[in-house]
């Protein structure tokens, strides 16, 4: 089992950042890959953003490409996700999830764990 825990969410004004963590558990962290998802109300869940467990390899939705920065510290358990240049459409909920097999992937059916979500609401 993984159990996932994001924060850093709130509210922000358009063209403000914020920077979401999410704390995983397992011994073998270092090994999965993680991706950012976001579902905004009456929306279906889309991708954002994920990393490889290597590091080296990150991917990013368009919308967000050039804005948002995905990283992982595989000390501490952690990825990461700063969120620049901030849009009232990047509010959603977003969570964090785990590939155990290590390769990232835009669809959530590929992810094995997911955490709670934290919120994100961007005013103009």
């Known amino acids: 089992q993984v159990q996932l825990v994001e924060s850093g969410g709130g509210l922000v004004q358009a063209g403000g950042s914020l920077r979401l963590s999410c704390a995983a558990s397992?011994?073998?962290?270092?090994?999965?890959?993680m991706g950012w998802f976001r579902q905004a109300p009456g929306k279906e869940r889309e991708f954002v953003a994920t990393i490889a467990w290597s590091a080296g390899s990150t991917y990013y939705a368009d919308s967000v490409k050039d804005r948002f920065t995905v990283s992982r510290d595989n000390a501490k358990n952690t990825v990461y996700l700063q969120m620049n240049s901030l849009k009232p459409e990047d509010t959603a909920v977003y969570y964090c999830?785990?590939?155990?097999?290590?390769?990232?992937?835009?669809?959530?059916?590929?992810?094995?764990?997911w955490g709670q979500g934290t919120q994100v609401t961007v005013s103009s």
């Open positions: 397992g011994r073998t962290f270092s090994s999965y890959a």
């Open positions: 999830a785990v590939a155990i097999d290590g390769y990232g992937s835009v669809v959530p059916y590929e992810y094995d764990y």
